[in-house]
């Protein structure tokens, strides 16, 4: 398959997936009389006041998880490629120390290590964070050990004649690794590292259960007040998905100007 019909098809892709949500919902609303339940989309209406209330409440959580999942990922980002570092470190204390941090963090399931950082810290040790910290703290430390496997797969994957040729040409280690080894790596696994920014957006909800307000709280919350939760659950779907979608073609984007991935090859 050519360039050209990868890209028609990324075009194309958010559209057609938004449509068929549509549509979907489109159904369920028409659905009530012979399946038993009456779907009350008014709730969300924009043409009523009640509805743009509670679409406004609703939409508010876009901030609150869009800015939790890209701080956590910048974070996981810089712990992920020092510890990818100290696994290719060729003194062994430094690589296990670097294999214990990833088997440790990569065992622990996000929801029990927030729920622990929140509930359990504070009688451990007198420290209490905000849910906002305690939220940013266990997302980037538990997506910390899956990018640093990812840097550390791209690191591996550079040959060593790289690195002997730019020091050959004077350079020092950090400038080597900074200009010479860095943009590769980089460039080799962005399509990886932006599945692990989806996964971030996705598992941000989990931050809901100590009552961060993002987009999963707030459709809990309203819930509890309009007792429709299949209209605002299936609002909530579609919000997730228009999200995801967009950041998949960012990402689509970066790889084709980088010239990595499927979108880069001629």
């Given at each position: 398959?050519?360039?050209?019909?990868?890209?028609?098809?990324?075009?194309?892709?958010?559209?057609a997936?938004?449509?068929?949500?549509?549509?979907?919902l489109?159904?369920?609303s028409?659905?009530?009389?012979?399946?038993?339940?009456?779907?009350a989309?008014?709730?969300?209406s924009?043409?009523?006041?009640?509805?743009?209330?509670?679409?406004?409440?609703?939409?508010?959580?876009?901030?609150?998880?869009?800015s939790?999942?890209?701080?956590?990922?910048?974070?996981?980002?810089?712990?992920?490629?020092?510890?990818?570092?100290?696994?290719?470190?060729?003194r062994?204390?430094?690589?296990?120390?670097?294999?214990?941090?990833?088997?440790?963090?990569?065992?622990?399931?996000?929801?029990?290590?927030?729920?622990?950082v929140?509930?359990?810290?504070?009688?451990?040790?007198?420290?209490?964070?905000?849910?906002?910290?305690?939220?940013?703290?266990?997302?980037?430390?538990?997506?910390?050990?899956?990018?640093?496997?990812?840097f550390?797969s791209?690191?591996?994957?550079?040959?060593?004649?790289q690195?002997?040729?730019?020091?050959?040409?004077?350079?020092?280690?950090?400038?080597?690794?900074?200009?010479?080894?860095?943009?590769?790596?980089?460039?080799?696994?962005?399509?990886?590292?932006?599945?692990?920014?989806?996964?971030?957006l996705?598992?941000?909800?989990?931050?809901?259960?100590?009552?961060?307000?993002?987009?999963?709280?707030?459709a809990?919350?309203?819930?509890?007040?309009?007792?429709?939760?299949?209209e605002?659950?299936?609002?909530?779907?579609l919000?997730?998905?228009?999200?995801?979608?967009?950041?998949?073609?960012?990402?689509?984007?970066?790889?084709?100007?980088?010239?990595?991935?499927?979108?880069?090859?001629?």
């Amino acid at each position: 398959m050519t360039k050209a019909s990868f890209e028609a098809r990324g075009r194309w892709r958010l559209p057609a997936l938004l449509a068929v949500a549509v549509l979907v919902l489109a159904g369920c609303s028409g659905s009530g009389s012979g399946g038993g339940y009456t779907f009350a989309w008014y709730i969300l209406s924009p043409a009523d006041g009640r509805g743009q209330a509670n679409l406004s409440f609703l939409l508010m959580g876009f901030w609150a998880t869009i800015s939790i999942s890209t701080l956590a990922m910048m974070i996981s980002l810089a712990i992920g490629l020092l510890v990818a570092l100290m696994g290719i470190s060729k003194r062994r204390w430094v690589h296990r120390l670097s294999r214990v941090y990833v088997e440790f963090f990569r065992s622990i399931p996000l929801l029990v290590m927030i729920l622990w950082v929140y509930y359990g810290l504070p009688s451990l040790t007198g420290i209490q964070f905000g849910v906002f910290i305690t939220g940013l703290i266990c997302l980037a430390i538990s997506d910390s050990a899956f990018t640093s496997e990812i840097f550390r797969s791209g690191l591996q994957s550079i040959k060593v004649g790289q690195g002997e040729a730019a020091r050959s040409l004077g350079l020092s280690p950090w400038q080597t690794m900074r200009l010479v080894i860095l943009p590769q790596v980089i460039r080799a696994v962005l399509p990886a590292l932006g599945n692990q920014y989806v996964y971030i957006l996705k598992m941000s909800s989990l931050v809901s259960v100590i009552g961060f307000q993002e987009l999963t709280r707030r459709a809990n919350e309203l819930t509890l007040t309009e007792f429709r939760p299949l209209e605002i659950y299936s609002f909530l779907v579609l919000e997730y998905l228009i999200l995801i979608l967009l950041v998949s073609w960012g990402v689509r984007v970066m790889e084709r100007r980088m010239g990595t991935g499927v979108h880069g090859r001629g």
